[in-house]
């Protein structure tokens, strides 16, 4: 799509706020009100339509992309859409350690034996670890509370705790990330830990490289995402 504006613009709009193109309101792809729920998620994404070039690139807009999947795909089936979040905590990344070399287990029990350390006190549940990457059954009350705590999210923030986990592949780490108990780079490293582990000590090429600053990218615009919505 070429660009046919000159001007965005964030405006209250009821309980929430829109972006205007030159005056016109912008829609989602499923031709929904566009509204976000705080002024500075608006203005950023505003910043957003302002700073694209003349040819619209989506993957330079990632928050108007969340917020479009917040509207068009979660709140049309929140409780489903959760459900399949909520899912990921059943083979959490940080539940399945390495068998060697020494420094890669330690590495991983510094990093997620505090995650995992959290989440138990946090929603009073327990998890099953094992060296290895065969099936390990989380017990049944820690899916069940993991499921509730996604659920009780709104559907904004739904969006960006998918992108996190979908990511990163740890529930554990997103849900960190949501509640503040972690910074995103801290969460990042976390869960991006094996990668980097592999290309540390195998090598990285360029194709690997730019997949993993990708991940890490869209993984970082989750998380502003979250703080803009705060």
């Known amino acids: 799509m070429k660009r046919f504006w000159g001007n965005a613009a964030a405006v209250a709009s009821g309980d929430g706020f829109a972006i205007e193109l030159d005056g016109r309101r912008v829609k989602t792809p499923a031709r929904?009100?566009?509204?976000?729920?705080?002024?500075?998620?608006?203005?950023?994404?505003?910043?957003?339509?302002?700073?694209?070039?003349?040819?619209?690139?989506?993957?330079?807009?990632?928050?108007?992309?969340?917020?479009?999947?917040?509207?068009?795909?979660?709140?049309?089936?929140?409780?489903?859409f959760a459900a399949g979040i909520a899912r990921y905590g059943e083979s959490d990344l940080t539940c399945y350690?390495?068998?060697?070399?020494?420094?890669?287990?330690?590495?991983?029990?510094?990093?997620?034996?505090a995650l995992l350390g959290w989440a138990r006190r946090r929603y009073d549940v327990d998890f099953a670890c094992v060296s290895g990457v065969m099936h390990v059954p989380q017990p049944e009350e820690t899916v069940r509370k993991l499921v509730h705590a996604v659920a009780a999210l709104d559907a904004f923030r739904l969006a960006a705790l998918s992108q996190l986990v979908t990511i990163g592949g740890s529930l554990v780490a997103g849900l960190a990330v949501v509640d503040e108990m972690?910074?995103?780079?801290?969460?990042?490293?976390?869960?991006?830990?094996?990668?980097?582990?592999?290309?540390?000590?195998?090598?990285?090429?360029?194709?690997?490289?730019?997949?993993?600053?990708?991940?890490?990218?869209?993984?970082?615009?989750?998380?502003?995402?979250?703080?803009?919505?705060?």
Do not use: Y
């Open 97 to 113: 350690r390495a068998e060697g070399p020494d420094l890669l287990v330690a590495r991983q029990s510094e990093a997620w034996d």
């Open 182 to 230: 972690m910074p995103a780079e801290g969460a990042w490293e976390a869960v991006s830990l094996d990668d980097r582990w592999q290309m540390e000590h195998w090598g990285a090429d360029a194709e690997a490289q730019a997949a993993l600053d990708a991940r890490r990218r869209d993984f970082m615009a989750a998380a502003r995402f979250l703080d803009l919505l705060r």
């Open 32 to 80: 929904a009100d566009l509204l976000v729920p705080t002024t500075v998620l608006a203005e950023a994404m505003a910043a957003e339509w302002n700073e694209c070039g003349e040819i619209v690139d989506p993957r330079a807009m990632p928050l108007t992309g969340l917020a479009n999947a917040a509207i068009d795909r979660v709140s049309v089936d929140k409780d489903g």
